[in-house]
């Protein structure tokens, strides 16, 4: 299902869209002719898709009514009130004009306001005014609450659907996060949890609009039952064109997925904190502007084409409905000249007419609207659907705690999907319960793979992992990995406290500072935060305000505490000490080696003077294991380490 280096064994992926992401170039970039990269998927919905994709609509409004039932009803309620105001108060107000055409034919009118008053002949009058002033003020009135409870409905439902796609995205496997097609679609989900909100209030406002149409349709059927027909047939060509332009609208948003991410990444590329100093450096700001302005550019050039062909039609169809209402209006115009219809008739019409048209023109085109805001839905609940592959068994067993045995890799393979190469195969070894191990070998020797292997991170695709005698897929998967404490090469560095950076190693003990003060000590960061100002308090990293930068080879010591602060079964040092000159790494393995006695443990690293100093260490090469032993027995057997052993010692002399 995914796609990975060709190598097969990445020694560092970042997942894109992390904490990390901004810094490192993206696996997944589009190519740099944005219309070649734009997937298969991306091609024009047929009507019966887009019909389909209305499917959605019940699961949503299911989403936002689990979110705040209350806001929901009142929304409803709200609007639905709200919706007989306009034919209420158009009714009024061709009672007042009639009332008024009555007063003026009346025999022997009074001449001044205090004699009308007096009179009595302006009761009903004065009445009428009053009615329409009130329907107006509860009309401002509704639309102002419609609005707060909408804008309140509308955040918490954004809230929810986010947290939602977090918890969904972190049940899911690694070789999900390491595809770009993946990326693509959950960026898609993404973008649909905010950016479909608008729908909820657009499916209310139908359902206020509806019952608004049906009043006015009700009067009118009274009147002139054939000014429906017409006013249905005028408007059907627009209805169908913002149908035909939403639809296209969608395509092209979908299709340009790929190129959005690309946009984004140049965007936080030429401007963060984290990529400051190489753009500085090597002078990037005029490629990043380039490639920006170049993919901007062809963002607006298919938006431009599609906005211009959907104004002419837009206007053309407009000018169909305008035709039908001014039939309307003189229809209208002569029957109240003929005495067919009162003055009060023909405003309550006209008035009618003309709002009951652009109800209908806005029903139409919100119903068009609302099919293409089900197809960006599709991207959301589709995420959703997606399913891991990589679980616990129906009847898990317990991590057991102590490893009696160990563990037992028995002729293991595993390929990355869309590689054509194994990244490990045939690899066949033991790790004893309480060894330290080391594992050596070239880039590229499995050595990272193996590791995602003994987490679950990955399933083999041959052969079986066995811990005390059992298959490693027989155990609970969260019970798992957290018993496994693992630093990779590629560490996050949180924009967080330095507590909580060490802390998020066993993020549930975050408030135990005894044990994150013990996990800094045990990896020697300790040190390191003496010298923050805050200390443990202090905010590390410079994305927020008054962030302190670490070193590189002082991240390394953040991040080794956080597999201390796990108090883990197995610790597994994926070369996390690049950072570090020679003395740094000895002295952090030494006390790895003190710190993992009891316990299972892997250390990697390309410093030999470092790993001679674990029980035993497996030389691995093209994905198997090529020679094992101790320091001693290894360079005596003259092979791979020996080699590799004499070509770094040789740079010490």
Do not use: C
């Not at 206020?208 to 049906?214: G, N």
């Not at 590329?269 to 502007?289: C, D, N, P, Q, R």
């Not at 990272?448 to 005698?469: A, F, N």
């Amino acid at each position: 299902m995914t796609g990975r280096d060709s190598g097969g064994e990445r020694e560092a992926p970042g997942p894109p869209g992390g904490p990390a992401a901004a810094a490192q170039p993206s696996a997944d970039t589009a190519s740099a002719n944005p219309a070649a990269a734009t997937p298969a998927a991306a091609k024009a919905r047929t009507l019966k898709e887009r019909v389909g994709a209305l499917r959605h609509l019940r699961p949503f409004i299911a989403m936002v009514w689990r979110t705040s039932p209350a806001l929901t009803a009142a929304s409803v309620a709200l609007r639905l009130v709200r919706a007989l105001l306009p034919v209420a108060t158009l009714y009024v107000g061709k009672l007042i004009i009639d009332e008024v055409v009555l007063l003026v034919q009346v025999d022997g009118r009074p001449d001044t306001l205090a004699d009308w008053l007096a009179s009595g002949l302006l009761d009903r009058l004065a009445l009428l005014i009053a009615a329409e002033f009130a329907l107006a003020v509860a009309a401002d009135v509704l639309g102002r609450v419609v609005a707060l409870t909408d804008g309140l409905l509308s955040e918490r439902v954004t809230n929810a659907s986010s947290i939602r796609l977090m918890r969904h995205a972190a049940t899911l496997d690694l070789e999900d996060f390491e595809d770009a097609e993946f990326q693509d679609k959950l960026e898609r989900a993404r973008r649909q949890t905010s950016g479909r909100i608008t729908l909820m209030g657009q499916l209310l406002g139908q359902v206020q609009d509806l019952v608004t149409v049906a009043s006015f349709v009700a009067g009118l059927v009274v009147y002139a039952p054939w000014l429906i027909v017409l006013l249905v047939v005028a408007l059907l060509p627009a209805f169908i064109g913002e149908a035909h332009f939403n639809a296209q609208s969608y395509t092209l948003d979908f299709g340009r997925t790929p190129q959005r991410r690309e946009l984004d990444y140049v965007r936080q590329t030429a401007a963060s904190v984290e990529t400051a100093k190489e753009v500085k450096i090597f002078g990037l700001h005029g490629f990043l502007i380039e490639r920006y302005g170049q993919l901007a550019a062809e963002f607006y050039a298919a938006n431009r084409k599609l906005a211009l062909r959907r104004a002419g039609w837009g206007g053309l169809f407009t000018a169909v409905g305008t035709i039908g209402y001014y039939l309307a209006y003189a229809y209208i115009a002569w029957s109240t000249l003929t005495g067919a219809f009162s003055v009060g008739d023909l405003t309550l019409l006209a008035g009618s007419f003309r709002r009951l048209g652009a109800l209908v023109e806005g029903l139409l085109s919100s119903f068009s609207t609302t099919a293409s805001q089900a197809l960006y839905l599709d991207d959301l609940f589709s995420f959703f659907e997606a399913e891991p592959e990589i679980l616990s068994p129906a009847d898990p067993k317990p991590f057991p705690r102590p490893i009696r045995e160990g563990f037992v890799f028995e002729d293991v393979g595993f390929i990355y999907p869309g590689s054509d190469r194994w990244a490990v195969r045939h690899l066949s070894f033991t790790l004893k319960a309480g060894e330290v191990v080391a594992l050596v070998g070239e880039n590229g020797a499995g050595k990272t793979t193996l590791v995602k292997l003994l987490t679950r991170l990955y399933d083999p695709d041959e052969g079986r992992i066995l811990l005390d005698g059992r298959d490693l897929s027989d155990y609970d998967l969260d019970d798992l990995r957290g018993s496994m404490g693992v630093i990779f090469q590629d560490f996050v560095r949180y924009n967080l406290t330095a507590a909580d950076n060490i802390a998020v190693g066993r993020i549930l003990a975050r408030d135990d500072r005894a044990r994150i003060v013990r996990a800094a000590a045990a990896s020697q960061a300790d040190g390191v935060v003496a010298r923050l100002p805050g200390g443990y308090d202090q905010m590390i990293g410079k994305r927020f305000r008054n962030g302190v930068e670490l070193s590189g080879g002082e991240w390394q010591k953040i991040a080794i505490a956080r597999a201390y602060m796990r108090e883990a079964e197995v610790l597994v040092l994926d070369e996390p000490t690049a950072a570090l000159d020679a003395r740094a790494e000895f002295e952090v393995f030494q006390r790895f080696k003190e710190l993992s006695r009891g316990k299972t443990a892997i250390l990697i690293s390309h410093r030999f003077s470092s790993v001679r100093m674990a029980d035993r260490i497996l030389v691995l090469a093209d994905g198997a294991v090529e020679a094992a032993g101790t320091h001693g027995e290894l360079v005596a057997q003259r092979g791979r380490y020996a080699e590799l052993f004499e070509l770094q010692a040789a740079g010490y002399r």
